[in-house]
């Protein structure tokens, strides 16, 4: 016999790696190398025995060593050649591991404000985010830089760590004044669920196990709040979008009139018989049928991916969106946004780009800017000219009006990127707000 | 707002069913890279989730170096009639044939590295402007960074300091004619993911994948199949050993690992306790640390 069927063995069901009913979490880590960010994966990764023996062969072979001789675990996540030599992490590296509670995948981007752009395209993806700050600084200008990102981004839960406690004599005041500073800082750029834990990465305490060196604290290691934290899913009926991405057409003669539309329900949730628009073009219909693959299914919630089928003949493509006909998002082409700018070549007013939002992308121009938020200060700039890493808010007129919500309502339906044609490279990053009247 | 986050598996097979519908909306002559082993068979398992009843928008193809395991080209053959889906194969034999490589000598000597020419060749005759891969990002430190739509240049070649920003699910396969795109659905996946998906939809595998006895020699401290392929000599010793294979590929660089895994259940459990990494039984990713970043630099997978 040259292929192997198996039949699923239910008595194993509690075994440590067939666990079912655990969910992912992605996070973010914010800090520069300077913070002991990639010491700090390192040692989640390597007190939670997520590095495999050839890795770790591999890591004592290497002949970077912290001063004492222990091996330095950064070199875990700095991964490609010039990264390594340069001793620098400059692109998104993503880690995975899991314990016990929970899948995790990492999003490790650096943090200097010349790799601005990379820790947006790191946030964008995270439900939680560790702003690392060194207790010997304190609250510093990047740490306004990074919490105004994973405001900006709308991260919903953050994670304070203040490393090297080591160097601080694990000191109780210096924690709380830190603790006191950030608070302020929150309140000004709009965070909400922070957590705050005293660490040092080096050392390895409170980041896998809790240490008796800082008895004060009480709360959580870092890894036991990872396992624990809550993050929540918007599956409300009026929510409900589902952006087409192919259309299903068989053409056999025994499925000669189905038409299913392909795609991920982006946020909310859909049920046989709701009722349902259809943007841009407005026309309405209900839901006749929702499937997946073999199976029929009475509702499609946020995150999965089906086939819908709806009760009237509609011509529908990709680039179009099914919503819930109760609660429809903005459609307007003239639309309020903040954005990132990602390209060495600076923004142009004069240009028309691509915007790229959910399955649909077309033509746009930015018609205005209204100001540049100068991301260390968080003071607003009235320049015009959009430079690499730069953020503030515009005004993006597209050629067809765009069907979106909010991002702070619902990210999933308000981000964008835009493209520049010429190139065909990522250019910016879009968190649309409002349409302009 | 509701605490009902999916579970791991549904929200990984999700989120690379919406990437395979991507490449179908934004390419016009996209392609399955299928190697025969189990990333590219749950590829397989996850096209037919996201376009059945409708026919695949695209053909899988097989870079084939003549270098198999027979039970994977026997599995490949056996699912192709079962799916009925379109079948590509590029010869590597044929590159040589050509005169576009010369094999390798010597006893290490492999067609690993030449079948990136015959990849890039195949590509370029069906004109194909996307290459579906069953690549993870755990597998190695340099595919960590790699995007999920992934630009080549017209010479196949990967530059990992030119990626495009890739933005919550917003994926940009905007390219120019001659480049093509590699997308990697299963990105986020681990190896372990892989297997307890394999186990939950009750997917086929070729049989090299479970315990079985075979021929083996011991090189560079890896077990390695005895066959026509391995250039062997008196110092190579022939025994018998229970072993399975953890990758598929081609027979001159796949290490066996000794195992009594027969079950898939027993695979899993011996996965999750396992000490090795999956590339730690790929012989040719032990030349450099930073071997596999050359490659895909050069334009390997």
Redesign the interface.
Known sequence: MQTKKHTPNPSQEGNHSLRENMDILKFITAGSVDDGKSTLIGRLLYDSEAILADQLEALHASNRKNDDGSIDLAILTDGLKAEREQGITIDVAYKYFETDKRKFIIADAPGHIQYTRNMVTGASNAGLAIILIDARKGVIEQTTRHSFLVSLLQIQQVVVAVNKMDMVDYSEDVFNKIVADYKVLAGKVGLQNVTYIPVSALKGDNIVYPSAKISWYTGDSLLTHLENVQLEVDDTSSHARLPVQWVVRPQTDELHDYRGYAGRVSSGSFHVNDKVTILPSGFSSSISKIEFYDKELAEAVAGTSVTVHLADNIDISRGDIIVNSAGQPQLSNLIEADLCWMDTRPMDTSLTYLVQHNTKTIRCKISEVLYKVNINTLEKDYEEDFKLNDIGRIVIKTAEPLAFDPYQLNKANGGAIIIDSRTNVTVGALMLRQAVD | ???????????????A??IL??V??QFEKPALLFSGGKDSITLVHLA????????F?FPLVHIDTGHNFE?TI??RD?MIARIGEKLIIGHVQDSIDEGKVIEQKGKNASRNALQTVTLLDTIAKHQFDACIGGAR??EE??R??ERIFSVRDEFGQWD??R????????Y?G???KGENVRVFPI??W?E??VW?YI??E?I????I??AHQRDCITRNGQLMAASPFLNMDDEDIIEKKNVRFRTVGDMTCTAAVESYAF???DI??E???????ER?ARMDDKVS??AM?ERKKGGYF
């Open positions: 707002m509701s605490k009902n986050r999916l579970d791991y598996l549904d929200e990984l097979e999700a989120e069913i919406y519908r991507e179908a909306g037919l989730k996201a376009f059945r009843p409708g026919k928008p039970e026997t599995y056996e990002r755990d430190k340099a960590a960074k990992p300091k990626q495009r920003p890739e933005l919550w699910n917003i940009n905007k390219i120019h990105s986020n681990t372990l993911d307890n186990r939950r009750n086929p595998l070729p049989s994948y479970f079950e898939l259940d899993i459990n996965i999750a306790s396992s000490k090795i990494s730690g640390e930073a970043e």
